[in-house]
Each structure stands twice: as C-alpha cells, then as structure tokens.
C-alpha cells in the first residue's frame, strides 16, 4: 500500500565551475520534474528516495543521498491511492532529497520519454512544480555554503 507521503529527488553533479542537475520529462502530463514518487508500506522517506531513483533513474542507493529542508505540501486528491488513507489526511507531505551522480549512467523508466543535464539556471526556467523550483534552490545554496547533509 502506499504511504502518506511522496519524495523528490534531485540528480546533481558538481565541476569546478558549474552543478548540473537531471530532469526528466513525464509521459502522461509532459511536465518537466525531477524525480518523485511515493513511499511503500513502511518505507521511510530516505528509502523511498532510493527506490525511486533506481526505479526511474537506474540510479544506485550506494550512492550519497542528501536530505533537504525543503518540505511542500500536496492535496491527497492528487494520488489514485488516498481512499487508502485514514479520512482525516487531507495533504501529505512531500520530502526532498538529492543524490550526487558520477558519470551519465541514467536509464529512463517508461513514466519518462526524455532527460536532460542542465544548469541550475537553465533547469530553474523548465520546471513545472515550484515545489522543484525551492527544492532545487536549497540544493544549489548548500552546495555553496559546503551544507550538504547525509
């Protein structure tokens, strides 16, 4: 069954000069997001992170995850499951993390029809969800001030 919450996670990878992040382009609303998904059963939310990545990324859970303070808040209506859920959820909370990529070894699963690497900036402009967009400004501004937390 799936749980009260849903997790986001952003790919990033770090050059002297520049972060790249990966986003990825949905193939039932063709919204440009990161990756997103729901807990499962009695998963915690770092869990969940892991799964989905490797489920829509193919990215691996050994590599570093970092939890960001960014929380946003989503109506349960938006989820096919919430009759599920206890009468009282009315939103769930949505987590977010970043996982740090080494290579382009991202292989899309077939809720995406494309990604991209692009610049902070660049993805900024192509985001759908503003919770993305504040998910993805903490990521950028830890990685400034060397705050990123495991």
Same mark, same amino acid.
Request: aromatic share 12%; with cysteine; glycine share 2%.
């Given at each position: 069954?799936?749980?009260?919450?849903?997790?986001?996670?952003?790919?990033?990878?770090?050059?002297?000069?520049?972060?790249?992040?990966?986003?990825?382009?949905?193939?039932?609303?063709?919204? #440009?997001?990161?990756?997103?998904?729901?807990? &499962?059963?009695?998963?915690?939310?770092?869990?969940?992170?892991?799964?989905?990545? /490797?489920?829509?990324?193919?990215?691996?859970?050994?590599?570093?995850?970092?939890?960001?303070?960014?929380?946003?808040?989503?109506?349960?209506?938006?989820?096919?499951? /919430?009759?599920? #859920?206890?009468?009282?959820?009315?939103?769930?909370? &949505? /987590?977010?993390?970043?996982? &740090?990529?080494?290579?382009?070894?991202?292989?899309?699963?077939?809720?995406?029809?494309?990604?991209?690497?692009?610049?902070?900036?660049?993805?900024?402009?192509?985001?759908? #969800?503003?919770?993305?967009?504040?998910?993805? #400004?903490?990521?950028?501004?830890?990685?400034?001030?060397?705050?990123?937390?495991?």
């Amino acid at each position: 069954m799936r749980a009260a919450f849903q997790i986001l996670v952003i790919p990033f990878k770090k050059n002297i000069n520049q972060i790249k992040v990966v986003i990825f382009k949905r193939k039932d609303s063709l919204n #440009w997001q990161f990756i997103a998904g729901g807990g &499962e059963k009695n998963e915690t939310p770092l869990e969940a992170a892991k799964r989905e990545s /490797y489920e829509e990324a193919n990215i691996k859970s050994s590599l570093p995850f970092f939890k960001l303070s960014t929380i946003s808040s989503i109506p349960k209506n938006n989820f096919k499951d /919430y009759h599920n #859920w206890n009468n009282n959820i009315y939103v769930i909370p &949505e /987590y977010c993390f970043a996982v &740090e990529i080494v290579g382009n070894n991202i292989l899309l699963s077939k809720e995406h029809s494309e990604y991209k690497w692009l610049s902070i900036k660049e993805a900024q402009t192509v985001l759908c #969800w503003d919770s993305n967009k504040t998910a993805l #400004w903490e990521l950028e501004e830890r990685i400034k001030s060397n705050d990123l937390i495991l």
